[in-house]
Every structure is written in C-alpha cells, then in structure tokens.
T-cell receptor, first 112, second 113 residues
Framework: DGGITQSPKYLFRKEGQNVTLSCEQN?????MYWYRQDPGQGLRLIYYSQIVNDFQKGDIAEGYSVSREKKESFPLTVTSAQKNPTAFYLCATTGVSGQPQHFGDGTRLSIL | SQQGEEDPQALSIQEGENATMNCSYK?????LQWYRQNSGRGLVHLILIRSNEREKHSGRLRVTLDTSKKSSSLLITASRAADTASYFC?????????????FGKGTKLSVKP
C-alpha cells in the first residue's frame, strides 16, 4: 500500500528534551514537507526538502531541525530551543510541483 | 505567512443542503487547491484548479476561481453528515516557492443529520 507513515501518533516531551518525529514514504516522491498546526489554525511550513541531502527552512524553522539522508525518510527533531512545541505535526510529500500534496496522519506533541 | 483566508470560519447546515466556502488570497498563483481534514487526521486533497481555469467539478464538489478578484469558492452539493470536517484552501506560487503551499485557516463545516 503506497502512502506516508508518521510515528508516533502521540508524543510527550519533557523540559529540555529533544524529540524526533518520524515520516516515511513509499510513494517515490522527491519533495517532502513538515507543517505545524495549532488548534483552529491552518498549516504553517517548518522545513521542506526537494531532493535527498538538501532541505530549506520554512516560515517557522526556529527550534526545529531536519535531515534528508534517504529519499523515503524526512525526520523532524523538535529541540529544547522550541519553547512552545505543543501542536499537531503533519508531514506531506509531492512528486512534482503543480501536483497535490499527500499527507500523513500526523503526530500530536504535548509537554509533560 | 498565511495567504489564503477562508470565509466563513464555521458553517452549520442540515443534511441535503448545499455548503459554500470562500477563499481569498493576496499574490499571483500557479494553482489553488482545496483540502479536507477530519478531526485529528491528516489532510486529504479534494480538487486542484490551475490559474488558467475558471471552474472544476468532482462528484458533488464544484470549485470556481476568479484570478481578477483573487478568490475561489468550494461548493458541496447535497451535503451528508460524513462531509463534516474542516476545509482548507492552499495556494502554490511561482519561482523559488514553486511546489510549496500556503494554507488558509480553514472553514469548519458541520452537517447535521
């Protein structure tokens, strides 16, 4: 089954801790994206990658980091520098520009 | 930065009625897309309309685009309780931002049986 898998579904972060959210895809898409969604809000772009070993900051990259070592994987680390990390995080992919994005089912991050 | 603004923020209708949601944006676009999000889930793509198109249909969905007014509308006809969800418009620009989407804040639709 082709798709995007985000894990875990729920994640809790302690003070001063870094946590990593996983995003894996088997759609053979080049571009991958990370979004943050706050309650009642739209999606805001954190980071994106259009090709392996390359990624760009989005609108709200501060306090986050990513890597793109494999085409299938685009993990997001929420660092301790992100002071307000509680949100719903969504990963998406697309094959080429001008085509729709495909989304995973999200990870909900909360503070302990 | 958020480009799309949906209107209304929330909409409550009875099953069988039509639902219309509007989206306005600020800069030139390559295309505009509509997505649906069920509570606690990811977004699902509904329709993509390119800047040189004025109207598109998909089943009970009809999307219009007016580039002179920088606005789009999504019409869901004969709504069902299962249509209850949040609906987002997203715009794709040109150049360096090509491929990237800018999302609005969404319209929360409630369809009562």
């Amino acid at each position: 089954d082709g798709g995007i898998t985000q894990s875990p579904k729920y994640l809790f972060r302690k003070e001063g801790q870094n946590v990593t959210l996983s995003c894996e895809q088997n759609l053979n898409h080049d571009a991958m994206y990370w979004y943050r969604q706050d309650p009642g809000q739209g999606l805001r772009l954190i980071y994106y990658s259009q090709i392996v070993n390359d990624f760009q900051k989005g609108d709200i990259a501060e306090g986050y980091s990513v890597s793109r070592e494999k085409k299938e994987s685009f993990p997001l680390t929420v660092t301790s520098a992100q002071k307000n990390p509680t949100a719903f995080y969504l990963c998406a992919t697309t094959g080429v520009s001008g085509q729709p994005q495909h989304f995973g089912d999200g990870t909900r991050l909360s503070i302990l | 930065s958020q480009q799309g603004e949906e209107d209304p923020q929330a909409l409550s209708i009875q099953e069988g009625e039509n639902a219309t949601m509007n989206c306005s944006y600020k800069t030139s676009i390559n295309n505009l897309q509509w997505y649906r999000q069920n509570s606690g889930r990811g977004l699902v793509h509904l329709i993509l309309i390119r800047s040189n198109e004025r109207e598109k249909h998909s089943g009970r969905l009809r999307v219009t685009l007016d580039t002179s007014k920088k606005s789009s509308s999504l019409l869901i006809t004969a709504s069902r309780a299962a249509d209850t969800a949040s609906y987002f418009c997203a715009t794709e620009g040109y150049g360096g931002s090509q491929g990237n989407l800018i999302f609005g804040k969404g319209t929360k639709l409630s369809v009562k049986p």
